[in-house]
């Protein structure tokens, strides 16, 4: 599990050079672990699947960022959105494209 720690810090400190620092968010995703949420200081976003809460607890930990509670509020406010993301909700909305 500590190489697993330490390889999801290694990405949280990278995600964080790359945007001017950064803000995370763990949930819990059942079965699959738990989803840690990142958000840079630029506005971007991203994601990482941590094999277990603990672990994901433990990643954000290591690599130093501010962890918030929930995913709302001024946190959410902080993520910038462009066409793209407008587009792939508009479509998964009216029923766009699916995985399967």
Same mark, same amino acid.
């Given at each position: 599990?500590?190489?697993?720690?330490?390889?999801?810090?290694?990405?949280?400190?990278?995600?964080?050079?790359?945007?001017?620092?950064? !803000?995370?968010?763990?949930?819990?995703?059942?079965?699959?672990?738990?989803?840690?949420?990142?958000?840079?200081?630029?506005?971007?976003?991203?994601?990482?699947?941590?094999?277990?809460? !603990?672990?994901?607890?433990?990643?954000?930990?290591?690599?130093?960022?501010?962890?918030?509670?929930?995913?709302?509020?001024?946190?959410?406010?902080?993520?910038?959105?462009?066409?793209? !993301?407008?587009?792939?909700?508009?479509?998964?909305?009216?029923?766009?494209?699916?995985?399967?």
């Amino acid at each position: 599990m500590a190489d697993k720690v330490a390889k999801l810090a290694k990405q949280i400190n990278a995600f964080a050079k790359s945007h001017g620092g950064a !803000e995370a968010q763990v949930a819990y995703i059942g079965q699959r672990g738990a989803r840690i949420v990142l958000v840079g200081a630029d506005g971007g976003w991203g994601d990482l699947v941590a094999p277990s809460y !603990e672990t994901a607890e433990q990643a954000v930990g290591q690599a130093g960022v501010t962890v918030h509670e929930a995913f709302d509020g001024e946190f959410a406010a902080k993520v910038k959105t462009g066409p793209y !993301e407008w587009s792939r909700m508009a479509g998964i909305q009216v029923g766009g494209p699916s995985n399967g």
